[in-house]
């Protein structure tokens, strides 16, 4: 019952790790992935990235906040290196990575020249510095110029996922420009702007001062943003992300509009809960004698 169809591929389930949650691919081996239909890697840059300085993750009663600052290898080690590990994996593998400008595009023609079924764009990291003009993903017209460049540099054969920023007034002028310029798919949302001060030094936690924030108390602002993009946009796959713990947070992410539904922070905290998401979606599916595709957008009623 758990079983979806996404861009032409048949997945076990519809729930996936999101982009930053694993780093370090080997570690997967350690993990159960029974529950999991997709992976999707670490953002990967044109150059390699230290991350950004200080503290990187401080938690919260409601979740936790995190400046990473897309801290990786860079394209050509994660291709020599990271994807031939990634190719003994028991699931679908989706690569996601970043560019600033069309100029840096042509520097990933050696990862676009492996065959990928599809990758995902991430225009929308809030803990790394984009200049004046702040995130790629709060322009809409920036983010079609860029999208369309990836798109004409892609394989005609693979699908382009856009990972859109939940931080803007209009989230679904972002969606539709997008998908106009050639995104096969959404992954609503990236992590929201937050802000912490450590009381007892009595400074701001983070470096940037500003960090991503992830957890339950976003679920119901992402919730927001997949209602917003959906009820314009009827016929591009979703795959919701944010703030989802348990078996109903995820069945309301479903409900909403999301083809896939990410389990990413709360693995944390408890490395079995996608395992026991997992069971008891499936369990619920049972109950109600529906499959998963007929709970998705199930909140719409039927439009």
């Not at 999101?18 to 840059?45: A, Y």
């Not at 394209?75 to 600033?100: D, G, H, I, N, Q």
């Not at 995902?120 to 003009?133: D, I, K, T, Y």
Request: some cysteine.
């Amino acid at each position: 019952m758990l079983e979806t169809e996404f861009l032409g591929r048949r997945l076990p389930t519809p729930f996936f790790i999101p982009s930053g949650i694993v780093g370090d691919v080997s570690r997967l081996q350690e993990l159960d992935l029974s529950w999991c239909g997709l992976f999707v890697t670490k953002t990967i840059t044109l150059h390699p990235r230290g991350g950004n300085e200080g503290i990187r993750v401080w938690d919260l009663p409601c979740g936790m906040l995190n400046s990473i600052g897309l801290a990786n290898e860079g394209v050509e080690a994660f291709v020599r290196e990271t994807l031939p590990k990634l190719a003994s994996l028991e699931m679908e593998v989706l690569v996601s990575f970043s560019v600033y400008s069309e100029e840096e595009i042509p520097g990933f023609e050696g990862l676009f020249a492996q065959g990928l079924w599809a990758v995902e764009l991430n225009l929308s990291c809030p803990n790394v510095q984009h200049g004046a003009r702040g995130l790629i993903a709060q322009d809409p017209s920036l983010s079609h110029r860029l999208v369309r460049a990836v798109r004409r540099a892609l394989h005609k054969d693979t699908a382009l996922i856009v990972k859109l920023s939940p931080d803007v007034p209009f989230i679904e002028d972002v969606a539709e420009a997008v998908i106009s310029a050639g995104a096969s798919a959404l992954t609503i949302a990236n992590t929201f702007p937050g802000v912490a001060v450590d009381v007892n030094r009595g400074r701001f936690v983070f470096e940037r001062v500003v960090a991503g924030m992830s957890g339950p108390a976003i679920h119901p602002i992402v919730l927001h943003r997949i209602w917003r993009v959906r009820s314009r946009v009827l016929d591009v796959p979703i795959l919701g992300v944010g703030g989802v713990w348990n078996r109903d947070s995820a069945l309301a992410m479903a409900m909403a509009g999301a083809d896939l539904v990410g389990i990413g922070s709360a693995l944390y905290h408890d490395p079995a809960v996608g395992s026991r998401i997992a069971r008891e979606v499936e369990e619920f599916l049972q109950r109600q004698e529906c499959t998963w595709t007929e709970v998705v957008g199930k909140a719409y009623g039927d439009i």
